[in-house]
């Protein structure tokens, strides 16, 4: 069996088993979904949102890109923000991050791959942003500070969407979450920086950074 077929074979299994297990799983899903969440994650082949998080098809709307990076001008991302957002009216949005990323070691180390380095300008710009603090003595490496700063920047840049701006002035109910996730345990870590109103947005991004940047003691 080739590499191909293989996949369509795992997929009859992997249907006739949940129908099995659930009768009615697959109708009811093709009617309507309904997720609560909204995963924002990296591309990465090791980072899969419903495994990490233990869902089933249907309860996690999820957008990945590398590096997880949500930029004011991506058109794919805010669509799928704002659809998330007004339509489904999802309650959580998370920007979850990994350790071990190659695109944020690639901005870091400054590796130059083509077109996906324009990407990642993003990241060298949060890098560069807080440069000062990377200066100083740290209890961790820098690429696995500037995965967790990368997280909180894009919560922060999340919070400034015309989708989650408007979903707030209306006072519905509506969070966003940083977090990331070690692949050497596969657990997920909060990375405090919660945000549920315009209000907090400035006091948690700033108390958030202090949590990451704490100095070696
Ligand atoms: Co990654």
Known sequence: MSNIEILFENNRRWAKQTAEQRPQFFSELAKLQSPEYLWIGCSDSRVPANQILGLLPGEVF????????????????????????????IKHIIVCGHYDCGGISCAYHNQRFGLIDNWLRHIQDI?????????LPHNKSPTDLLCELN?????????????????WIKQANLEVHGWIYSLQDGLLQDLNMNIKNLEEIETTYQRALESIFKAKS
């Open 127 to 135: 890098y560069k942003k807080h440069l000062t603090r990377f200066q």
């Open 151 to 167: 997280v909180i920047e894009q919560v922060y840049n999340v919070c400034q969407t015309t989708s989650v701006q408007d979903t």
């Open 62 to 89: 999820v957008h990945r890109n590398i590096a997880n990076v949500v930029v004011h001008s991506d058109l794919n991302c805010l669509s799928v923000i704002q659809y998330a957002v007004e339509v489904l009216k």
